[in-house]
């Protein structure tokens, strides 16, 4: 006996997502920036480097590096054990919120071709695949993007109660230079 159910042909086109997701999956994006870029302004403070400094060194980090180079300024700099199970709860709290922005970003979203549902396609690959359909209401992705913003309010929050924040540059940055053999080579005829 033969099963002939007709499949479902789902629409994984993300030009075809009802706008009001469109706009939570973008916010979930910007409070991630927002919440990363509170990380790069600890790292600096915990350095004592000017905010140019911070910019340079931090911009192309991932996060787990920067968790991890996190931890261990914090380990060397907090002035007691107390301080640095402080920042290690925030730094969690940020690592499940950033996890609840790689299941936003790195999943594909389908709609239901008869009902307009909007599914999210989870899938795993780590030893074994997993994969499954979720329906996902947007007052959840809505959430996310707060909880992630929230993760980074708290870091700040932290900064700022103990007067943390990367130096302000003094000097002007010198304007952007032409770099590489040929440019050196130019400069060096002239």
């Known amino acids: 006996m033969s099963n002939n159910k007709t499949p479902i042909i789902y629409d994984f086109d993300p030009r075809n997502l009802p706008a009001e997701y469109l706009h939570a999956i973008g916010l979930v994006t910007a409070a991630c920036a927002q919440t990363e870029s509170v990380l790069q302004d600890l790292i ?5 480097i000017d905010n140019a400094k911070t910019i340079a060194l931090t911009t ?15 380990e060397i ?13 925030l730094l ?5 919120a950033l996890d609840k922005r790689n299941t ?10 008869d009902t307009r549902e909007v599914f999210s396609l989870r899938a795993k690959a780590r030893g074994s695949l997993q994969y ?6 947007v007052q959840e992705i809505e959430h996310d993007a707060a909880t992630i913003y929230q993760a980074g309010v708290d870091i700040m929050s932290f900064m700022i ?22 440019a050196r080579k ?5």
């Open 92 to 96: 969690d709290a940020v690592k499940q």
């Open 132 to 137: 499954d359909l979720k329906k996902i209401p």
């Open 44 to 48: 600096g403070a915990l350095l004592e």
């Open 161 to 182: 109660s103990r007067g943390l924040s990367p130096q302000l540059r003094t000097t002007p940055l010198r304007g952007s230079v032409k770099r590489g053999v040929k």
């Open 60 to 74: 192309h980090m991932s996060f787990p590096l920067k968790n991890d180079i996190l931890r261990t300024l914090a």
């Open 104 to 113: 936003i970003v790195h999943n594909a979203f389908a709609i239901h071709p």
């Open 186 to 190: 130019e400069r060096n005829d002239t």
């Open 77 to 89: 700099e907090a002035p007691d054990i107390k301080e640095l199970d402080k920042l290690d709860e």
